[in-house]
């Protein structure tokens, strides 16, 4: 193997090459017992028309060497495709009429002058023709009806009731939305509430000299800044890194489709509409595949290899990033330890206090405060209504707004009653103000019990009470909780002495200390009792059956009618759904892979893991599996219709034989003409549908449509207000919730984008410059998404970077199978039978796996920087406290509640909310630092682009141009005098 050269040949091509030691093949089989000397084309040879006139009847048996254009002369102007004496590909020259074409094959009698052939009848659904030389059927196929020489659809009813209702549903919405955007704007200090509340929660900058916390720049590197976490930079590296890849992959196969053969631009997606030009092309393209697959399989070799390296590279600089970042920021997880095997203990104990004063005795370290987890699943809504609402109340008597003079009147059209009485509750809370048990004055419980006996339901409560006393006595608390420590050398003191002893004795549990892995922001706090693996395996397991039935609803509601369209059309003659059906695919793509979205996000939600990176490796891989059936249900259904198209035009493989006699799987799929069916199919699946469509229109439906709804339907329902105001905004956007669902989206992507190489390389320019620029698309969608849409959130762990590199060994494998697949029965290589070959393709794919696993679980950690405790004593936890609002005890909802009604600290601790961090109070007592000014409120109606700045800058830089002028005229002479 001459590794130099096709290094030289793949990536840097310098001059023409021709292949290594590949022969073209003597002979051509264009029919069984028909050989024709094979021919060398350049790729746009069978678009010129420089063959002699053919005579009228004269039969020849077409191959790569004819003409694709060549017509009839006058006097017969039409092809007729003889095959009564069993020759395929065999054509003659027949007068325009029906008699004529009969005369030479009775399945196709009728005369077409526009097409310059002899056709059968184009019927949909018909089975067979009549042969009065008109478009009429004598047969209909199974599922249609035979009516005056056409074919009905049997199914027709339902699809005239499908469209009826999603006409009903149309026209209801836009209803809806007419009635909504045309009532006025009555709320005013509601909406203004909710914009503000949205405002601050979004990320924003460390205080500057001022103190003020400012939104990031629109400019900001998010490669490089942390701007939500380290496992958000991550993401965008990730991206990144593809982006590059793929745009590399495409660059290469163009300069070597340059400099070795332009066949390699077009192989695979030229068409043909008769089937005197498919027989001339599936014959060139067939030998010109195999003449130049040298090529392919040496690009294969080059490409696997190098993305392998690539892979492996990406996980050392993925790993070092994490690491550089987690040495440079001192951060809560730093000073604390998980405590495992807590004792089960009853809410009425003062459980903090007791465990702080057993591991400070045992150790011998200062423990700055422990924070317990606790088993309150079945009161999370009422906690985190009551919590959000005292921050909401709490910063309504800190910056007090100005009250309307007169009440404005509540809409009430349908759509506004049925807003307040169903979608209000449903989505935001049942109440502007959630209070504990007796702190309702009077006039509030009179309003509630108002409401209470509304019998239209459409008034809104003011006031909700909840038991918040007894509830946190009845709870429990949970197997874990977080010991804070002052510094982290102190944190690691303790541990050792935990780990040295075998535990601390406490409450007579053995409980242990480990260094925490994860911040605070990634505890979800009411799940910390399902710590059973037994428990989560259920979950996940009936995840798994919730997103097959979810794939079922697609398949059945989708899929098959899409299907069954296809398996019946007819393409006959290059005919072609049109662009309705085109349209109609790529929602069928984008409805099922939104619908495996939304599945996949429910089970992974529902399997109740403690740690949000958890849940987000679990919602990656559901996804990837379920995308993966649908990529592989479509790819089954493409190979059916494809091998169907074939059969009806009675194309046969290389060697002679008809491909409806070819038995096996990897036979047919060998076909030229099978693959390049196949390759179209897969094109248009990957691009517009899956690359694009999808990832537009995300933003347009999730974020920018919803945020218009949310601030008609609060500034137009006067009752909407404080806390509800507040809840219902995120409520309606969902694409405020920030997750990294898009490592799962890119590896589809990079999945289907690697399938091409499995067929001719026509493709592949346009495949991976789509994936390339699509993801460009992306990732500055992504982009400006995190910097101004999102509500603040932090990513701090690896682990889903992690998953998603193990993710890459299946293109990666994907790559290996198609090397052996391609090097099959080449010059210098083996050749098996299409048994053996199935299963050496599939042997190569684990066996990849294998090592790709291996080497990111051994290799890669070796690649990683050491760690540096030089200031491990230097930076003590107050110091990251105060410049971090979320800890240990503001991030636990029921320590925040504990501190306020079961310890009656002064002040209590403030629980931690996204943009409520001004509200926030010193308690140095207990642990609580940090202390800031509410961030500057955002400007909504500034232009997202400054262009009298633009434009400043361009007068500017064109008085510098013409300042330059004279001194350039002035040097121009003196060079002129000096010659």
Request: hydrophobic residues 45%; contains cysteine; glycine residues 6%.
């Amino acid at each position: 193997m001459q590794f130099a050269k096709v290094l030289c040949l793949t990536l840097l091509p310098l001059a023409s090459a021709g292949p290594r030691s590949r022969q073209p093949q003597a002979l051509l089989a264009v029919d069984g017992g028909v050989q024709k000397p094979a021919r060398s084309h350049s790729s746009n040879f069978w678009l010129k028309s420089k063959a002699k006139e053919p005579k009228c009847n004269d039969k020849k048996v077409v191959d790569s060497g004819d003409d694709k254009f060549l017509a009839c002369p006058k006097d017969c102007p039409v092809w007729a495709d003889d095959r009564g004496d069993g020759v395929d590909c065999n054509f003659e020259c027949v007068e325009a009429t029906p008699k004529a074409c009969i005369k030479v094959n009775p399945k196709e009698p009728i005369p077409d002058k526009d097409m310059g052939i002899c056709r059968a009848c184009l019927v949909d659904g018909c089975d067979v023709c009549t042969t009065k030389g008109e478009d009429t059927c004598a047969k209909c196929q199974p599922g249609f009806t035979l009516k005056e020489g056409k074919c009905e659809n049997d199914n027709k009813y339902y699809w005239y009731a499908l469209g009826g209702f999603c006409a009903f549903m149309f026209l209801f919405f836009c209803a809806y939305m007419i009635d909504l955007f045309t009532r006025p704007i009555v709320n005013e200090a509601g909406l203004k509430h909710a914009l503000k509340a949205r405002s601050l929660s979004k990320p924003r900058m460390p205080p500057d000299e001022s103190g003020a916390r400012h939104l990031w720049p629109v400019s900001t590197n998010l490669m490089k800044q942390v701007v939500a976490g380290v496992g958000t930079q991550l993401q965008f590296n990730f991206q990144a890194a593809i982006i590059v890849w793929a745009l590399a992959v495409s660059a290469a196969w163009a300069l070597l489709a340059y400099f070795v053969d332009d066949a390699l631009f077009i192989l695979g997606t030229r068409r043909a509409k008769t089937a005197r030009q498919n027989c001339i092309l599936v014959a060139w393209g067939f030998e010109t595949q195999h003449r130049l697959m040298w090529t392919k399989v040496d690009f294969m070799i080059v490409l696997y290899i190098a993305s392998f390296l690539l892979c492996m590279a990406l996980g050392v600089y993925q790993l070092r990033i994490f690491q550089k970042t987690d040495q440079a920021n001192s951060t809560h997880k730093d000073f604390a330890a998980r405590i495992r095997n807590m004792p089960l203990m009853e809410g009425t104990e003062n459980v903090e206090e007791q465990l702080k004063e057993r591991i400070e005795s045992a150790t011998g370290q200062k423990v700055v405060g422990v924070s317990v987890c606790w088993d309150f699943v079945e009161h999370e809504e009422d906690v985190m209504e009551l919590l959000e609402s005292q921050l909401v109340e709490k910063d309504a008597a800190l910056h007090p707004e100005p009250v309307a003079e007169e009440e404005p009147e509540e809409p009430q059209s349908w759509f506004a009653k049925m807003e307040r009485s169903t979608m209000l509750p449903a989505m935001a809370s049942e109440a502007n103000k959630i209070v504990a048990k007796g702190e309702a004055t009077a006039e509030e419980r009179a309003q509630a019990q108002e409401c209470a006996g509304d019998d239209d339901g459409d008034q809104v409560v003011d006031v909700k009470e909840v038991d918040i006393i007894g509830i946190l006595k009845s709870i429990r608390t949970c197997p874990d909780a977080y010991a804070v420590f002052e510094t982290e050398t102190a944190r690691d003191a303790a541990v050792d002495t935990s780990v040295q002893s075998g535990g601390i004795e406490f409450n007579g549990n053995m409980i242990t200390l480990n260094a925490s892995r994860v911040e605070p922001q990634s505890v979800q706090w009411p799940n910390c009792a399902n710590t059973d693996l037994w428990f989560k395996a259920k979950r996940i397991l009936m995840g798994v059956g919730v997103i097959c039935l979810g794939l079922a609803v697609w398949v059945v509601a989708f899929y098959l009618p899409y299907a069954w369209f296809s398996l019946t059309f007819n393409y006959s003659y290059g005919r072609e759904p049109g662009l309705m059906a085109g349209v109609t695919f790529s929602m069928v793509v984008v409805a099922g892979n939104l619908l495996m979205y939304q599945v996949c996000s429910i089970t992974a939600v529902n399997a109740k893991f403690i740690y949000i990176d958890d849940r987000e490796v679990c919602y990656m891989l559901c996804y990837c599996f379920a995308c993966t059936f649908n990529v592989v249900l479509d790819l089954c259904c493409t190979y059916k219709v494809a091998y169907k198209i074939n059969v009806g035009l009675r194309q046969k493989t290389y060697d002679g034989h008809l491909l409806e006699n070819i038995q096996t799987f990897a036979g047919r799929f060998e076909s030229y003409a099978m693959q390049r069916l196949l390759a179209n199919n897969l094109w248009a699946y990957a691009f517009p549908a899956t690359f694009l469509i999808g990832f537009v229109a995300e933003p347009i439906a999730t974020i920018y449509a919803p945020f218009k709804v949310a601030c008609q339907i609060i500034g137009s329902q006067p009752s909407v207000g404080g806390f509800m105001a507040e809840q219902l905004m995120p409520a309606l956007i969902a694409g405020t919730e920030y997750d990294l669902s898009r490592y799962a989206d890119v590896l589809l992507n990079v999945m289907i984008a690697v399938l091409i190489f499995f067929f001719p390389g026509g493709f592949n320019i346009q495949m991976f410059g789509a994936l390339g620029v699509c993801h460009i698309i992306i990732y500055a969608l992504d982009h400006y998404k995190v910097l101004r849409c999102i509500k603040a959130v932090e990513y701090a762990g690896k682990m889903v970077d992690w998953w998603a590199q193990l993710v890459l060994c299946l293109p990666t494998a994907l790559m290996l199978s198609c090397l052996v697949f391609k090097a099959n029965c080449e010059p210098d290589y083996y050749c098996l039978n299409d048994g053996d070959t199935v299963i050496a393709c599939a042997a190569a794919f684990f066996a990849h796996v294998f090592l790709h696993t291996l080497c990111l679980i051994f290799v890669v950690p070796l690649f990683g920087q050491e760690a540096s405790g030089d200031d491990a004593d230097s930076v003590t936890y107050k110091s990251v406290c105060e410049r971090l609002a979320c800890s240990w005890f503001t991030s636990n909802p029921i320590y925040c509640l504990r501190s306020q009604y079961i310890y009656k600290h002064s002040p209590p601790c403030t629980f931690y909310s996204p943009g409520k961090e001004h509200l926030m109070e010193l308690n140095e007592e207990l642990g609580f630092y940090f202390d800031n000014d509410a961030a500057p409120e955002e400007d909504f109606n500034a232009k997202l682009v400054d262009t009298d700045a633009l434009k400043a800058n361009f007068d500017k830089l064109k008085a510098q141009l013409k300042k330059d002028e004279p001194a350039d005229e002035q040097k121009d002479e003196e060079g002129a005098a000096k010659a």
